[in-house]
């Protein structure tokens, strides 16, 4: 039964409109951290670059080279747009999107996480079989049909994403609206709406939208009666968060997902009337069936655990931030706080001056304040620094943060030489002390 629902064929042209939309998104995401000066200020500036544990050895390109990393992955974006070398295309950009995910988190993002799915998605579909460039060079390759589970992979983990989304602001300083009030304050400089956004009823309807909207946009998506207006308030929400908090490309593609919702023969008849509809009730059950089978189960089994692994570390994940990372917890709190970084001489006894400036950006500065992972991190490369120069020091760190406008709180035993410790990413690391 389940390889009838995942191999029965139908229309393509959901996938064929979504190819041509990732595309032209993800070549507005990487000219666009050009443009912006994004590359320059995350990838280029910086003399150190916080990349994800274990992958140290993943670096951005020394110079400028990575301006040309960028252009060439905006190149291979206009691949996947065009159908053009599309599988050569989509894979390189998939490629290289990680990479730039995995080699530093200042600016770190779920979304991005999200982007790098996607790609990884696309990399396997057969998206490039109607209307590109691959078809007319080689017209053996057209085809307008494809396998269901090409569809019903997009709406699988787009229910993942809202459904976790939803559940994790269940949470009382979101329930109160103490998160939203913190994360639109800034917003009071908003031509128009800036004295809007501070409205305590306007705190509530985000709020609480917030939660209905991720928990259940995908079940009246699915639902006919439903879709249409699902679909409205799909528009006026990620507008919204386009407007208000800047979330870069995700809103459109969250809104260009929805393309596989509908019904193949709407598609068809709005952006591609010219293109003959796939009417056929075909199922080509492959020899490899099992283990792709297989592969998804295990694929979307990851992607339904990884977003619990918090629940078996110790304290608050809000607090420690063990677990935050791909587990689609977003825009949840407002942190700040305070460090000082006291780097001791073994041999003499003697406090080595740090000042943070001296090392890091601004950007950087604030995640090296609140994040003990990324704490830990320059500690160690601390540590590196002096023994390259024949100091053997330990590193001790004092660092209060603010979670969601409370108090004040140590976040790192200060008696610890982070130095000395190893991270553990499968459990709580006991220097990271315990909210009050």
């Known amino acids: 039964m389940t390889k009838h629902f995942l191999f029965k064929y139908i229309d393509n042209s959901a996938l064929i409109v979504f190819r041509v939309l990732f595309g032209a998104l993800i070549f507005l995401e990487s000219i666009g951290a050009i443009l912006t000066g994004w590359v320059k200020h995350v990838l280029i500036d910086p003399k150190f670059t916080f990349s994800f544990i274990g992958f140290e050895w993943l670096q951005p390109l020394p110079g400028n080279w990575m301006y040309l990393y960028y252009i060439v992955m905006g190149v291979c974006a206009l691949g996947v747009m065009l159908g053009y070398k599309y599988r050569f295309s989509i894979i390189g950009f998939t490629l290289l999107w990680t990479a730039t995910y995995f080699m530093q988190k200042s600016s770190y ?75 639109l304050k800034g917003k009071q400089q908003y031509y128009i709406i800036g004295d809007i956004l501070q409205q305590k009823w306007v705190h509530y309807c985000v709020a609480y939208f917030g939660i209905i909207f991720d928990l259940l946009i995908v079940p009246f998506l699915l639902w006919k009666p439903t879709r249409k207006y699902a679909f409205y308030l799909a528009i006026f929400f990620h507008l919204f968060n386009s407007i208000v908090f800047q979330v870069g490309v995700f809103p459109y593609m969250s809104l260009a997902l929805m393309l596989f919702f509908f019904e193949p023969k ?52 809000l607090w420690t931030e063990e677990g935050h990372r791909m587990s689609w917890r977003m ?77 004040y709180q140590s976040l790192i035993d200060p008696e610890i030489d982070l130095a000395a410790v190893k991270w553990d990413p499968f459990q709580h690391n006991i220097w990271i002390l315990p909210s009050k």
Not at 109 to 130: D, E, G, K
Not at 268 to 297: A, M, N, R
Not at 384 to 400: H, L, T
């Open 109 to 183: 993002n779920n979304h991005y996480y999200l982007l790098i799915i996607l790609s990884v998605m696309m990399s396997v579909m057969p998206a490039n079989r109607c209307f590109s460039i691959d078809v007319r060079m080689d017209p053996s390759l057209k085809n307008n049909a494809m396998p269901q589970w090409c569809s019903f992979v997009f709406i699988l983990q787009m229910g993942i994403v809202y459904t976790y989304a939803s559940i994790a602001k269940m949470y009382p300083d979101w329930l109160d609206t103490t998160v939203v009030e913190l994360l």
């Open 266 to 317: 709407t598609i068809q008849k709005i952006f591609l009337k010219k293109k003959q509809y796939y009417k056929g009730k075909d199922f080509v059950i492959p020899t490899y069936s099992l283990f792709f089978t297989s592969l998804l189960v295990l694929f979307f089994s990851i992607q339904i655990i990884l977003p619990l692994r918090h629940l078996i570390v110790k304290d608050d994940v």
């Open 331 to 407: 825009m949840l709190r407002a942190k700040s706080g305070s460090i000082k970084y006291k780097v001791v001489d073994k041999a003499t006894n003697t406090t080595i001056p740090i000042q943070l400036g001296d090392y890091l950006t601004a950007k950087q500065k604030r995640i090296a304040a609140t994040k003990p992972d990324v704490i830990w991190q320059f500690s160690q490369y601390l540590k590196r620094k002096f023994d390259a120069e024949g100091i053997d020091v330990s590193v001790f760190v004092n660092c209060r943060i603010m979670v969601n406008g409370r108090p």
